[in-house]
């Protein structure tokens, strides 16, 4: 049930754009996304309903697939601000999040 | 306004000891959640509750129980700790709809000995 995150790390270069993939094998009612800090608690992003649609929030957006059960984060122009894990909490009723093992990103100067 | 509060925030037992801890919410939330974060696992669902006076397992439940006597507490329980349990406890709130973001607390590290 737990949602599969690819890749498992990345390391980028400020500037670069990354991607960041979530597959389920079950139906999805929606897709959350957070990012922690390394000691912190995760921090909400954006959330992503049935339908297909993409949010945006600034430079941080994402995709929706209902019918392959995929949700996509797309970072343009990656930030020093940006490093951390990224997971992805699917919603397969039942009123809870299932979350993904998570995806390292770093951020060099 | 604090948001959501677990106390403590470090603690180690040993192996055998019992505990209890306990996740705070001032927002008037109906669901409340108890994950454990391990190194590559991400996080992991262990109890939760869509309301006062309901519980319902998680992922990963063995070991540990819960109660939500009131709705803005949620108590997860270990009777008899064991090293496996060594982790970072995060409790989580949410409104209670699907397009409505869950609230972490600041997380319990916990070491059993």
């Known amino acids: 049930q737990q949602p599969v995150q690819s890749p498992q790390a990345v390391i980028l270069r400020e500037g670069e754009d990354a991607v960041i993939n979530c597959s389920s094998s079950?139906?999805?009612?929606?897709v959350h996304w957070y990012r922690q800090k390394h000691g912190e608690a995760p921090v909400f992003l954006m959330i992503?309903?049935?339908?297909?649609e993409q949010k945006g929030h600034e430079k941080i957006s994402a995709s929706f697939n209902e019918k392959k059960q995929q949700s996509s984060l797309y970072l343009t122009a990656s930030q020093l601000s940006y490093s951390g894990t990224y997971f992805c909490?699917?919603?397969?009723?039942?009123?809870?999040?299932?979350f993904g093992q998570g995806t390292r990103l770093t951020i060099n100067p | 306004n604090a948001g959501v509060t677990q106390t403590p925030k470090f603690r180690v037992l040993k192996t055998g000891q019992s505990m209890t801890l306990l996740c705070a919410q001032d927002?008037?939330?109906?669901?409340m959640y108890w994950y454990r974060q391990d190194p590559g696992m991400g996080l992991r669902l262990i109890h939760y509750?869509?309301?006062?006076?309901?519980?319902a397992k998680g992922e990963v439940p063995d070991g540990y129980n819960v109660s939500r006597l009131k709705k803005q507490n949620f108590l997860l329980g270990l009777e008899s700790a064991a090293p496996s349990q060594t982790s970072v406890y995060f409790c989580?709130?949410?409104?209670?709809?699907?397009?409505?973001?869950?609230?972490f607390g600041d997380g319990t590290r916990l070491s059993i000995l």
């Open positions: 989580a709130s949410r409104l209670g709809t699907s397009n409505q973001p869950q609230h």
């Open positions: 909490g699917t919603e397969q009723g039942a009123q809870k999040l299932v």
């Open positions: 509750s869509v309301g006062e006076g309901t519980t």
């Open positions: 079950k139906a999805l009612y929606s």
């Open positions: 927002m008037n939330h109906e669901y």
């Open positions: 992503l309903l049935k339908g297909g």
